[in-house]
């Protein structure tokens, strides 16, 4: 019940922690899942922070699904956001709209494919034209398309391995820790 109430509740918070919840397939049953994932509103489902939670719960309770279930989570990771979500003058021509649209449908679709999932023909068939009309598009590393941005922080340098080729396997901490400590007193983080 508490979960139906987060669900429900207007606050994307709640929202995220019911998205959250439902993973626990032992808790759950997938008619639950499956609700809750089409009652959300286009905007939280497509654009909104509960991005990783929505496409966690998909991947992780993926084999779950029945047949009809699947099928339409399918739909509408396939259908895409709809374009009413943005102001008339949002795009500057039809393009720009479509690959905002192949951009967010190609995002869900191959993330839901690397988790296992075996995706039916027409959706198959869609992913294929996607890639086809943007043919140097790559899908982020990991869980890392599950959000709406990211950025990452490295210290340290940047590391050419062929400062490695040569140093014995039995001694490439050491060197790393002696790279490392060289770029800090280097740039005055010692």
């Keep these: 019940r508490i979960v139906a109430q987060w ?6 918070l709640f929202q995220r922690l019911a998205l959250h919840t439902l993973c626990q397939s032992n808790c759950f049953h997938v008619s639950e899942v499956t609700k809750s994932i089409l009652a959300l ?7 909104s922070d509960a991005q990783r939670e929505i496409t966690r719960l998909i991947t992780e309770r993926s084999s779950d699904f029945d047949g009809d279930a699947w099928q339409d989570v399918e739909a509408r990771l396939s ?3 709809s374009r009413s979500l943005f102001p008339d003058n949002a ?3 039809d393009s720009e709209w479509q690959s905002l649209l192949d951009h967010s449908r190609y995002r869900r679709l191959k993330r839901v494919e690397a988790s296992g999932i075996a995706l039916g023909q027409e959706v198959q068939q869609l992913l ?4 086809g009309r943007h043919p140097k598009w790559r899908p982020g590393s990991g869980d890392r398309d599950d959000f709406n941005s990211w950025s990452e922080m490295r210290l340290g340098p940047q590391g050419d391995p062929k400062h490695f080729v040569d140093i014995p396997v039995g001694q490439l ?10 770029h800090n007193l280097e740039s005055g983080q010692a």
């Design 41 to 47: 509103d286009d905007r939280t489902f497509w654009f």
């Design 173 to 182: 901490v050491d060197e790393g820790i002696r790279l490392n400590r060289d």
């Design 91 to 93: 795009f500057d021509d």
């Design 79 to 81: 259908v895409g956001p």
């Design 7 to 12: 669900r429900d509740e207007g606050f994307l």
């Design 128 to 131: 294929t034209e996607i890639e």
